[in-house]
């Protein structure tokens, strides 16, 4: 296979950016030469990369395949011939996160951990707020990339999903109901219930869910966000509907969650960042770990 290291720089910054003009532009070459360079890629390679119109250009299934293997081959060719050490040691910078509180437990820890261990002078930021605050970051160029659940409509933001995470009951352990396997909405009727806000993402999911629904608790006290609804019902307080990744793990000695159905009500967990722009190269080395680590945890 006759190709290098440039051809698949170049394939990857059009399958990033989604514009052989933008991506020549990013690279300093014609566009005339970066065509050439992906046309040769795809001839070397036996199939069709992207599907070009005048309008645009999208990757293929194949294309859309390889852009992984692409990415990660670039990386070791790169580690190879400069040294993996040197490489970290050198590399500096700042990346932005801007992620929901209740994710942040579950997900970033080891991730950062991790990746400040290999990169030790690169710096990252943690925007811990709400979706809608996490979705503006991300959309106002505020952050470099989030983790959330919402964004999947927005036709400026490209939403990688990674978790699909039900919602569950919180309770006191010694509530009469926390031995229970399984509790629907009507059982939490007559108990003294705990809500998240109008105008939470959260909450306009359970309010999907349960808008035809004649079991909607009634509740006595509202709170803005997740962990705050969680401590108030660690103090006994009552109890409340959450995300399951936002609950302590098995075990806790004040805390149980006990499954929710009729009906279901979950959310996807995914990263986002915006489209069409690509992320730089220290981001895009925290993007990737978070993706690979989840999947590790699969």
Request: charged fraction near 20%.
């Amino acid at each position: 296979m006759k190709f290098d290291l440039a051809d698949l720089r170049a394939f990857l910054t059009v399958a990033d950016l989604g514009s052989f003009r933008a991506s020549s532009e990013a690279l300093h070459l014609s566009q005339s030469a970066l065509s050439r360079r992906v046309a040769k890629l795809e001839k070397a390679l036996g199939v069709q990369l992207f599907m070009r119109t005048t309008r645009k250009v999208e990757l293929t299934t194949i294309g859309r395949g390889f852009v992984p293997r692409a990415r990660n081959v670039l990386i070791e060719l790169e580690d190879a011939l400069i040294g993996i050490q040197d490489i970290a040691e050198r590399m500096s910078g700042q990346v932005t996160i801007a992620c929901v509180p209740s994710a942040v437990a579950h997900f970033l820890p080891t991730v950062i951990r991790e990746f400040h261990r290999q990169y030790p002078r690169i710096r990252i930021r943690l925007i811990d707020e709400s979706s809608s605050v996490a979705l503006t970051a991300v959309a106002g160029g505020d952050a470099d990339f989030g983790l959330t659940y919402i964004g999947t409509q927005d036709a400026d933001i490209e939403f990688q999903p990674l978790l699909e995470e039900p919602f569950v009951v919180a309770l006191p352990t010694d509530h009469p109901l926390a031995k229970r396997r399984g509790l629907t909405w009507r059982d939490l009727a007559s108990c003294e219930y705990i809500s998240l806000a109008q105008g939470s993402g959260n909450r306009f999911l359970i309010d999907q869910a349960l808008a035809h629904s004649p079991d909607r608790p009634r509740w006595f006290c509202e709170v803005q966000h997740v962990p705050a609804l969680v401590s108030m019902v660690e103090a006994g307080l009552g109890i409340g509907v959450v995300p399951q990744l936002a609950m302590p793990p098995r075990g806790h000695t004040a805390l149980v969650s006990v499954p929710l159905r009729d009906p279901v009500v979950s959310r996807t967990i995914g990263l986002i960042h915006r489209r069409g722009r690509a992320l730089s190269r220290v981001a895009q080395l925290l993007y990737d770990m978070v993706v690979k680590m989840r999947g590790a945890a699969d």
